[in-house]
């Protein structure tokens, strides 16, 4: 595009213009048009710079967290929720040992293993709760149902079915959850960074 | 030239030119743009022109900074100051952005003086600019505000108590006043309401009230045409390009300055060779806000500080005088401003109002250089000069009557000497304005560094991680209740002798350590003023035990001596930086030989109870744990419990004892703040933030 035509878009020039002095009056407004800018620019690159902070941020790296004791989970093939306890940082201020998600923890009959399911809905975030007349997990928010073992009740909304999490027994009786995030909406289990 | 246009023109215009075609034909903004930059400059562009457009740009620069700043600050007592510090030392250019927002928000005070005084100068507040001129005031009124606001946020020591101030001159308007404070401050106390108030005020009812304000002064602006420097004899020039370089580089200047003033400690730093901290660059950050906490070092922003001296004029005048100082001496001032269109219409009128402007600048440059003065004069005034008279003011304790007769009734001297006792009253005032701003400085550096811990601030916010800090609480505690007895005097320091002679009890400097243990079991020093001897118990069995059993060499050998000292020091349990000097102390067979010693019912045992070695409580105090925490609370606690020195205690209170129903002079918190203190328990940074 042609200077003129580029000065076009932003103006209609006045067609006559003294001819003598114009070379000068360009570098006069190459000189203002970089002066303003940088000037403008500074604040803006400095607010862009902090306002972008967030990416630098990483979460913490999945643990396994206690969350109760085998008592507390009978092996009759119901879940119970729980919440999962954890110190967590929020920017500045440390919480100690704060509620920061809620599992389903399930154990069969006459199994030693106890199966540990997000309560989070995989289809978009929302808490799934347990339908105790149906015997099922059913999300409040758009119907995902899901089996009392995480699989999908058709039809659903949920591309997916419910994510499970590692779970280990320790020896002393308690059941930790390794604690991830998963990104919701997409079929595969990816977990969040 | 016309060739080239009339082919363009006939051109089909390219997609972007069709685009803005589009629009042009839709909002005319061609126009607009054309309006805004083809105006003419009569008598050309001129550089006296362009703070009108530096102080658009300052104010552009605050709401783009402000903004961002926003995204990252919490307006609460808990969260202020905790998301400042957030922005300030943890977030990527965080103390960038708030560096140019501070030192902008000062270079727009500047600015808006230099306008105002070209505006005055140049007569441009005359008809038909009256009007224009009145929302020029208003404007600066508005900029002032946003700059008082501004100042609290932090929600730290030296916004809060300036705004307290603040406010409470906002309470001596008539009739309204305490309605007025009580509306600002969001209810009767100060809290999250008062933050969310400014914080309203500042970023929201201001700003949009100014650029209200600022497009009708632009547009009357424009309507007006500028004011011209008269007589005009060069020709005129047009406001692009010629007027906008000049004002982009007055803007560049003005950037440029509030980078310098942000980067200048940076350059300091790196030619003194010393590590650059980006987290102490920029605004500064006092200690969180606390009321129980006197701040000695409260004063406004600068911009702010000839009101604050002009106020001290009307000192002993009781209410009434700051309601003048405060209210109307200002509101006549701002009231002759407004007048001076009216003024300016008189032949003198104009010559007035300049003399007038530039008298009301001298007299603000004048209070601010008076109370820097006051403030920093111990900095540059040689106080050798007043050895004299210093000498003299000791021996007659200011007194008029013993004045005259040390100076054999002699008025000229009198008077002079009297002029002497003023400048060294001053230079007293001054040096404890700056050593409570040196106390003010470390406190603000001790709270970012406990903020800074890796299990971060507490839920209840900084305030309670600075009063529950051993460091800076400690010292604190240490001379309000136990300083006017207790020494804390490192012996080697050159002042030691001299604060020892005024103690009247033992020097709890390294209380603990196998140093204080072995100076206590030194027969020349037992009874010297860092021990016993300021002390009932200055000819005491110890000390009798000390000069005599202990220099009997059959009995006890000097390694013997060595051995108790590593043992007693070993009960404290002090950190092993404290002890590491000690390359003994930590010897474990030293230790054991020394705990027998100690022990042994023949020798220390014979008065002291000593773990299990069966001595009865009453003769001397139990040294178990001896220098440890809970020893040492126990003993502060009650020194008259018979674990300690019983009904034999000296004049130590029981300071966490109190009678049923009344409190203790310290709570236990407080007790084991002075314990750590003085144990030397307190937050350390694992790696200190300059290694980093």
Known sequence: ?193 | MSTSMSNSSKQKPGLLGQLADFFDDRTGYRKLVNELLFERVPGGARWRYVWGSTLVFAFMTQAITGLVLWSSYSAGAQSAWESVFFIQHEMTGGWLLRGIHHVMAQAMVVLLALHLMQVVIDGAYRAPREVNFWLGLVLMMLVLGMALTGYLLPWDQKGYWATRVATNLAGLVPLLGPSIQQVIIGGPDYGHHTLTRFFAIHAGFLPATLVIMLVVHLSLFRKHGLCARQPIVRSDGMFWPDQVLKDAVACLAVMAVVLGVILLPALQAMLAGRPIVPGELGAELGAPADPSQPYAAARPEWYFLFLFQFLKVFEGWGASGEFLGAIVVPGVVMAMMFLMPIIGRWNLGHRFNIAFTLALLVGIGLLTGMALNEDYCALWVNKSSLAEAENLLKKTEGDPVKLSAALGGNQAQIIAMQKQFKKLEAIRNSESFLAAATQAQMDGERAIELAGRPERIPPSGALELVRSDAKSQGPRLFAQHCSSCHAYVDPQDAKASEQLAKASAANLYGFGTAAWMRGLLDPAEVAGPAYFGNTAHSDDDMVSFVTQDLTDRDTWKLEDIEAVVVAMSAESGLRPQQTAADAKATEAALIAKGRALVSDVERCGSCHTFHDNGTKLGSAPDITGWGSRSWLVGIITDPTHKQFYGDTNDRMPSFGKADPGSVPILSTQQIELVVDWLRGDWYRPAVSKAAR
């Open chain 1, 1 to 193: 595009m042609s200077k003129q035509s580029a000065k076009n878009l932003l103006v209609r020039l006045p067609t006559t213009e003294a001819e003598p002095g114009q070379r000068r009056a360009f570098l006069a407004k190459a000189a203002a048009i970089v002066c303003g800018g940088l000037a403008t620019l500074t604040p803006l690159a400095a607010g862009v710079w902090m306002f972008l902070d967030p990416l630098r941020r990483r979460a913490a790296t999945a643990s396994f967290l206690p969350v109760t004791t085998t008592t507390s989970v009978p092996d009759d093939g119901v879940p119970r929720q729980f919440a999962v306890v954890s110190d967590r940082i929020d920017a500045w201020t440390g919480f100690a040992a704060e509620p920061i998600g809620a599992v389903y923890l399930c154990r069969q009959q006459g199994a030693a293993e106890v199966q540990a399911l997000s309560a989070t809905c995989p289809h978009a975030g929302c808490f799934v709760q347990i339908e105790a007349d149906e015997n099922c997990f059913r999300c409040p928010c758009h119907n995902s149902k899901f089996t009392f073992a995480g699989s999908m009740v058709a039809p659903s909304p949920s591309p997916r079915a419910m994510d499970a999490l590692e779970c280990r027994l320790e020896k002393n009786g308690t059941i930790t959850v390794k604690w991830e995030t998963f990104y919701t909406g997409v079929a595969g289990k990816v977990t969040r960074p």
